[in-house]
């Protein structure tokens, strides 16, 4: 066991350039993986702060008795979609309007009668802000006697639906070939580091060693390069969300187990990709 | 101790590379494989040391079927042979004591016994004073030296020897040949591939002559020939 250890590290001490060569390849090759996870974090993040948003207004009936709008707030309070249900009386509805419509100040000061209705304003959990949940819950909403209307911006959600799915498709497929390029030429790379090795294998296998002990190494090694590779790519990557942060916009880093599951995917396919190279090259010697 | 009987060899693209070979090397024997190039020596030994699996016939060595050989038990043979050959095939960025080592590590020998074993078989080969140097520092007698060591470390029952004297001077040639000779007076088996007729002319050793795959002399089956033998 400490044999292997021993050669694993040698084999960075030998051949210290193909080492470092591979290592930067990998971290390289994460580092474009892990910007664009940086651009769907921050996507994501962006659309869900848009999302928030997204609300239910069902306006009342005049004259509906405050009795009846607290047992129906508690009713709505515990459809499984919402979040909270906040009653807005006629009085602070015109308070509002004065405040937020500054234009018509001088018109709402004139009213002699309020004539803005009271509702009941409803946030929906996240997960649920998509147009088929909030329209279900806007047909409920109607479905109380003394709900006048109910509003929701049924095409701006309609369009926001639409954006979070592309994001999600096109981050899907873009994700997936950026990791499927990171996959290849890291093998590649580990391939380069076993030819280098060939001699080496082939001399180990004519004094009998087991093809095990002959692989083991090579596994560490490539685990350590991934490692090593994806840690570089993480903090690559924290520079240019440094930058980006710093100088073009205010953007979000990974979170510590999204840069851990970086390092950890490095690994597994520096892992992987010797446990390849290693075994389609020990099949032809 | 290796045992072919009717062993046939085909290579794909390479058409009949042994026809029809049956011999046998007891124990403690020195034998010469002679021929010329192409005509199957490397292709007996790599068959003795499970590089390839014969295509039909039957291979035996020290107790092993070669054809039946897994995979897996392919290296506990190897582990009974020594090999050499005519590159040396040493590994150039270890010392001759590391290169030597090496063949213990890689079979799990004890660490605390494998500087004195390493020691005990630089001094058989005569190589001693030189255990520090790197293979480029050596000459080509004295790398081929470090890789009989390597071979002979593991104390192994049969030492193959490819061409072992192939890249080297005559001087050089002969040292390595007298250090076989000694090695197979110590009880070694030692199967050696050349064409180097002299050499073969020289020790009253077992010749087995191959000529395009076939077995065509055994100088301890047949009379001396007067024509194509090595004995002639």
Sequence with gaps: MTLTIREALLAFRRAPLLSALSVTTIAFALFVVGLFGLVAVNLRDALSQVAERVEIVAYLLPGTPSETVTLALKDIESFPEVSAATYVSEDQALARARAELVEFRDVLQELERNPLPASIEVKVKAGYRDADHVSAVADRLRGFPFVDDVRFGRDWVEKLDRLQQLAGGVGLIVGAAFAAVAVIIIGTTIRMAVLQRAREIAIMRLVGATDGFIRFPFLLQGAIKGLLGGGLAVGLCYGAWYLIDAHLIHALFFTAPQALAIVGFGTLIGLLGSASSVGRHLQRV | ?232
């Excluded at chain 2, 490397?42 to 014969?54: G, M, R, W």
């Excluded at chain 2, 291979?59 to 092993?64: A, C, E, K, P, Q």
């Excluded at chain 2, 799990?108 to 520092?137: N, S």
Aim: charged share 25%; net charge neutral; hydrophobic share 45%.
């Design chain 2, 1 to 232: 101790m290796i045992k072919f009987t009717n062993v046939f060899k085909a290579f794909p693209k390479g058409g009949l590379a042994l026809k029809d070979v049956s011999f046998h090397v007891a124990k403690g024997e020195f034998a010469f494989l002679t021929g010329h190039s192409g005509a199957g020596k490397s292709t007996v030994l790599k068959l003795v040391y499970a590089a390839e699996q014969p295509t039909s016939g039957e291979v035996r060595v020290s107790g092993f079927a070669v054809a039946e050989l897994s995979r897996r038990e392919i290296p506990r043979l190897r582990r009974r042979l020594g090999i050499v050959f005519q590159d040396f095939r040493l590994l150039e960025d270890r010392t001759a004591e590391e290169n030597v080592a090496f063949a213990l590590e890689v079979t799990g020998a004890r660490r605390a016994a494998i500087p004195a074993r390493v020691m005990r078989v630089l001094t058989q080969v005569g190589l001693a004073a030189k255990a520090q140097a790197y293979p480029h520092e050596l000459s080509g007698g004295e790398q081929q030296r470090v890789a009989i060591a390597r071979a002979l470390v593991n104390e192994p029952t049969v030492l193959l020897a490819d061409e072992p004297t192939g890249n080297l001077d005559e001087r050089a040639t002969r040292g390595v040949f007298q250090l076989l000779r000694d090695i197979n007076a110590s009880g070694t088996a030692v199967v050696m591939a050349t064409h180097d007729l002299d050499l073969v002319r020289q020790a009253p050793h077992r010749v087995l002559e191959l000529q395009e795959g076939a077995l065509v002399y055994d100088s301890a089956v047949d009379e001396p020939k007067g024509e194509g033998g090595a004995a002639s």
